[in-house]
């Protein structure tokens, strides 16, 4: 009988504990209207049922009821990684070449809304593989669709 309560236990317990941090995304906080937090920080973006909330440690910078979003935006910032190209090209030109036609891309998350007289908005830079499920989770609270935004629209919310 002990065997069979210490498998049940091993089998529940870290279900919990990974279902507790299901709906949490690391991501960098590039600018908008929160106060106490500095563009290039790291945030964790948290999904409830009813809102969404920024976290840095322990502290809980803003709470966004779900039905005050107005906007979902999401854009891509592509780059040419030049530096690191030069860098290759001085030890082998070959893979420095091959370096320069490597492009990299971030991707940015943003919210704006309007809870009564409070308005706010804010830009993320989300990870490769989380954008996805991030903008998922925010269009499932909200039931609005993301707009596909430039880079240079979604800077006026990241300055």
């Known amino acids: 009988m002990k065997c069979f309560i210490a498998f049940l236990l091993c089998l529940f317990v870290p279900s919990t504990v990974f279902a507790a941090n299901a ?15 500095t563009a290039g920080t790291e945030v964790q973006l948290v999904i409830d049922q009813d809102k969404v909330r920024i976290v840095h440690g322990k502290e809980e910078i803003a709470s966004i009821p779900a039905a005050a979003i107005t906007e979902i935006s999401y854009g891509q910032d592509v ?35 309007t809870d ?19 903008l998922a989770g925010i269009e499932g609270i909200t039931g609005k669709k993301r707009s596909e935004e430039h880079t240079s629209e979604l800077q006026s919310l990241r300055h």
């Open 79 to 113: 780059h040419r990684r030049v530096g690191a190209a030069i860098g290759l090209a001085v030890v082998s030109l070959g893979v420095g070449a091959l370096m320069l036609l490597a492009k990299s891309k971030k991707h940015y998350v943003g919210l704006t809304w």
């Open 23 to 37: 709906n949490s995304y690391n991501v960098m906080y590039d600018g908008g209207s929160l106060q106490n937090i």
């Open 116 to 134: 009564g007289d409070k308005k706010g908005g804010f830009a993320m830079q989300c990870d490769k593989n989380d954008y996805r499920g991030e």
